[in-house]
């Protein structure tokens, strides 16, 4: 029989700390360093971005719980004292997502800040955050897809911990967070390669470059998992939301290139751009 590992990493009292948390911070913490030094090329001060990063972290988690209870309000509307509990677990991606892409546009606003440079700095970080973060899924063992058999993981040419976690309950499944966390992998590879190519992206591209990777990629990976939300029972609202941000990516895309041609923007994002904002 298989032996799943634990999702305790270790205990402080009484208080257990998760391994599932540990990753989410490393991914925070990675995706700021990451941010900072990028920043630096670009004339934007790290204190802006720690700034940033104290109020995106606690709304972007407030938001991903918020978008989880909208869409499972049949429940949440019978158990009100629920609602809070996001220690029993119930977040979205998406929701945090959001909650983080207005608190940027405000922040930017607000430190007089371009918000398409501040997007294309952080955006590498965020798909290495995520990238980082599945994996907290799979040692909780959720997250996954559909019953699968044990021949079928093994021609995956998978190490065996990993099999071995996706047994559970007495079946094998689908480890869709290894198929996100990797393809996610091979787009932040492509983008940290191609990103600092002169004359390859405008302003804003390397973010836009982001969502159409990322929206393909769960759309895939969504339509294999079993712990989806739905609107109306039918549709799967992450593959809703997928489609929607790949099409409006691309079509944002074609129109700032073809139609929208400021002069900041044909600075492009692929160069160093000294940034003043005083």
């Known amino acids: 029989m298989s032996l799943a590992l ?4 270790f205990n402080l009292g009484p208080l257990q700390v998760k391994w599932y948390g540990i990753l989410m911070a490393t991914g925070v913490l990675v995706a700021t360093l990451m941010a900072i030094n990028e920043g630096k090329k670009r004339h934007i001060m790290p204190d802006d971005f720690i700034d940033f990063l104290l109020w995106a972290v606690p709304i972007g988690f407030i938001g991903a719980r918020i978008y989880y209870v909208v869409f499972e309000w049949g429940y949440f509307s019978q158990h009100p004292d629920q609602i ?39 955006a590498p970080g965020v ?48 480890p869709t967070y290894l198929y996100e966390s990797t393809l996610n992998l091979i787009g932040l590879i492509l983008i940290l390669s191609l990103r600092h190519r002169k004359h390859l992206f405008k302003r ?28 109306a029972n039918t549709i799967r609202v992450s ?37 003043n904002r005083d």
């Open 239 to 275: 593959q809703a939301l997928s489609l929607i941000l790949f099409f409006g990516a691309i079509i944002l895309w074609i129109y700032r290139r073809k139609v929208v041609k400021p002069k900041w923007y044909l600075a492009g994002s692929g160069l160093k751009y000294p940034y």
């Open 204 to 231: 804003g591209e390397i973010f836009l470059s982001y969502v159409i990777w990322y929206s393909a990629v769960r759309f895939f990976v969504e339509g294999m998992r079993t712990d989806s939300l739905y609107i």
């Open 127 to 174: 798909m290495a955050a995520q990238v980082i973060a599945r994996w907290g899924n799979f040692m909780n063992q959720e997250a996954h897809g559909a019953k699968t058999t044990l021949s079928f993981l093994e021609s995956l040419h998978l190490p065996h911990f990993i099999i071995q976690q996706m047994y559970i309950n007495g079946s094998y499944y689908q």
């Open 6 to 9: 634990n999702p305790v990493a």
């Open 84 to 122: 809070i509990a996001i220690w029993n677990g119930g977040i979205a991606i998406y929701g945090g997502l959001i909650a983080g892409l207005i608190v940027l546009l405000i922040f930017c606003h607000q430190r007089m800040l371009p918000p398409f440079l501040m997007l294309d700095i952080i």
